[in-house]
């Protein structure tokens, strides 16, 4: 087999791979990064293509055009790994999304310098023969090409290991993988510039893809590369608000984000490895959360000065089986403000209740200022007319009865001249007690004014109102008024009528015991009298 042949073969197997490659990274779009790895795969099954034709083709009329065709996976692929890298490390945010054609200046420059070179030279340069199938010697564009292909991969490289660098365990196997198969080519780039291949008429990095291309593969189908994304822990954790800490099984720092280490004020310095003891403040507190390995949330002051307060989230961690614990992911989120608003939230509301109690307070005592006599503490007139009517009504839907007592203090003007007025108003008093001791559940006492008070005695028939009149006066009469070594004799006259015998309306059984006093008052001191239409009865 010729050596043409062997060349064509090998580089038509690199070019399957390649397309293997393709396939892969095209089924992942549009996952991060599936886009460019994509174009740099197409790239290189274009190069291996065509470079494999040129060799089956050697020496034809059509080899230097064969050859120049592989220049487009040749200056493409830089750009192209370059982008690749950037997107997937998310080092250059530019180019996400559509600035990526800038990447393409270069490369177009670079062809059309190649598909002209006959008239310039500024790319094959002059030495340049129909049979050389790789540039060692070109001109001064090829080198400028060079150098600027060679920039692109050496900060490919650099986005790679720095994430390489901050990654975890199963990212750093992802880039790991990318970055080995980026240095194959690299390998064999230099080694055909330093002039030591095994191999001088044939480019080896064409080939060199072959070797990528399996190691992709292998990265594809094992580790999920493009699926489970190794810039994820750095956009994610890095950037989030709330602190991360991963422990392990032994309650040591593994890993530790910006703003745990903000919340637990630690300096700039390697915290992984270290006790969690060392760096969380009354560790015993929330010791036993970790232990339990439960999924619970606690509120954990970290310190006083300044105050801090976060919501601390304790997570176990297991392994594939899900049966072995291998450590704890703890999440603190500062919540500080948040208690301090629901407190000073919750003292607002004890407040307002405490207002809002006032205000009813006060609302009550408007309403028993409104209704109630300020002297003696007993409904006034005004309550005596809403009531007095209302149990009427009610009277006249049950048909139950209802009888009234009005009195008057005897001789109640000759207590004001001969002992003053506020002597007068402190006998006043005791009347209204002595009433209310004698006042039944349902009862209605009121002072009408001056000296004159009323009873309003619902369900109750005319005889026990006179029985209770009776009471009522004979309780005034034996209990004088003591005051300053004093004692003050009264009595009370009183007057009785009944509903509905002596009036059907509010206004006329008024009348009506107004009328039976005035009886009592004509027959002498601390009598009783019943209102009769016809003539005057007492007892």
């Not at 614990?325 to 208690?339: N, P, S």
């Not at 009888?403 to 006043?428: A, C, M, P, R």
């Not at 006492?445 to 006066?473: K, S």
Request: hydrophobic share 45%; proline share 4%; aromatic share 12%.
């Amino acid at each position: 087999m010729s050596r043409n042949l062997v060349y064509a073969l090998i580089l038509l197997i690199s070019s399957v791979l390649s397309t293997i490659l393709f396939y892969f990274a095209n089924r992942r779009r549009p996952k991060l990064g599936a886009t460019e790895l994509t174009i740099f795969c197409a790239l290189q099954v274009w190069w291996s293509f065509t470079y494999a034709l040129y060799w089956l083709n050697w020496k034809s009329p059509s080899s230097q055009f064969l050859l120049n065709l592989t220049y487009i996976g040749v200056v493409g692929s830089p750009a192209a790994f370059f982008a690749f890298c950037a997107v997937f490390t998310r080092r250059i945010t530019w180019l996400i999304p559509g600035r990526a054609y800038l990447l393409l200046i270069m490369p177009v420059l670079t062809l059309t310098f190649l598909f002209t070179d006959p008239y310039h030279h500024l790319f094959y340069g002059v030495n340049h023969t129909k049979t050389d199938s790789v540039i060692y010697n070109g001109g001064i564009w090829f080198w400028i090409n060079a150098f600027y292909s060679y920039i692109l991969i050496f900060f490919s490289i650099y986005f790679l290991v720095y994430a390489f660098y901050k990654a975890g365990t199963l990212h750093r196997k992802q880039i790991g993988i990318l970055i080995l198969g980026a240095l194959v080519p690299i390998a064999a780039s230099l080694v055909g510039l330093l002039k030591i291949s095994p191999v001088p008429d044939l480019d080896l990095i064409p080939i060199s893809f072959t070797i990528t291309c399996l190691i992709y593969s292998y990265g594809f189908f094992w580790y999920r590369i493009l699926d489970i994304l190794p810039i994820a822990r750095n956009v994610v954790i890095e950037n989030i608000p709330d602190g991360v800490l991963v422990l392990d099984k032994e309650n040591r720092i593994l890993d530790i984000n910006p703003s745990a280490r903000e919340l637990l004020q630690i300096p700039r310095f390697e915290a992984r490895g270290q006790p969690a003891s060392l760096v969380l403040p009354q560790w015993d507190s929330i010791a036993q959360a970790v232990n339990n390995s439960s999924n619970e949330k606690l509120f954990y002051q970290l310190r006083a000065e300044p105050d801090c307060i976060v919501e601390l989230k304790v997570t176990p961690l297991f392994d594939k089986r899900e049966e072995t614990l291998i450590g704890h992911v703890l999440v603190m989120r500062d919540q500080t403000e948040r208690i301090h608003f629901e407190n000073r939230l919750k003292q607002a509301n004890l407040d307002l209740h405490q207002k809002l109690a006032e205000i009813d307070d006060l609302q009550k005592l408007l309403r028993d200022q409104a209704i109630r006599d300020s002297l003696t503490g007993l409904f006034n007139r005004r309550f005596l007319d809403e009531t007095l009517n209302l149990e009427i009504a009610h009277a006249q839907r049950t048909g139950n009865p209802i009888s009234v007592i009005f009195g008057d203090v005897d001789d109640f003007k000759w207590i004001n001249d001969t002992y003053g007025h506020q002597v007068g108003d402190e006998v006043l008093r005791y009347i209204a007690q002595k009433i209310m001791a004698g006042v039944r559940i349902g009862d209605v006492a009121c002072r009408m004014g001056g000296d004159e008070f009323v009873l309003i005695l619902p369900n109750t028939p005319l005889t026990v109102a006179v029985e209770r009149a009776r009471e009522l006066c004979d309780r005034i009469a034996s209990e004088p008024y003591i005051t300053a070594g004093r004692t003050i004799s009264h009595t009370i006259s009183l007057g009785v009528v009944c509903y509905p015998e002596h009036g059907k309306t509010g206004a006329e059984i008024m009348y009506g015991v107004d009328q039976a006093l005035y009886q009592s008052k004509k027959s002498g001191r601390n009598q009783i009298s019943v209102f009769n239409p016809g003539e005057e009865s007492s007892s």
